[in-house]
């Protein structure tokens, strides 16, 4: 019985600790869209972003921590109705995956431009759907909340490197990064 429940501990262990590897090699998301850039505008959002900002030295690194941290501290999940706009999430503070994306993308645009990194650095806002070992998740759903999931490509354009994020597993599992789908 004791060899068993060690067996167990280490098992959960490992799989707490290596979750966003684990989760990067059996979920893929599979790109099938995209949605628009939301332009900032709402003051209370400036200012929590100006304030994670201040005497930090901007690179992708900051942007996508500072992103990702107002993100999680503003937004609450939910599968009811929410907007999608940033201007108006920072009030309700309700989003669904689509809020999520559409919050953090608006946030890493937001420091891209203000640090005059367009040259090196594009932000977008990606619609998905999930597929596990290959499978469609999706086609197991009626609902059409589950018609597709959300997630941010981040583009390194002097190296090509490409980062995959997806804020509300980012929230919820702690997971950074995913993995899209390869098309050969």
Known sequence: ????????????????????????????YNEI????????TNSKLIERIEGNSENREIDLKEILEIADKITKEELKFTT???????????????????????????????????????????????????????INLHQFFESPFFR?????????????EKIFIDPSVSDYLRIKRVAKKRIN
Do not use: W
């Open 1 to 28: 019985m004791k060899k068993a429940l060690k067996i167990i501990g280490v098992s959960i262990l490992i799989l707490i600790l290596f979750r966003g590897i684990i989760f990067r090699l059996v979920i893929k």
């Open 80 to 134: 009811n109705r929410a907007s999608n706009n940033p201007n108006e999430l920072i009030n309700t503070n309700q989003a669904n995956c689509v809020g999520y994306s559409a919050m953090f993308n608006s946030i890493a645009n937001y420091l891209i431009r203000k640090n005059n990194l367009q040259n090196e650095f594009k932000a977008e806002h990606k619609i998905g759907q999930l597929e596990l070992f290959g």
């Open 33 to 40: 869209g995209s949605r628009p850039k939301t332009e900032i």
């Open 148 to 160: 597709d999931h959300d997630f941010n490509e981040i583009t390194n354009k002097k190296t090509g």
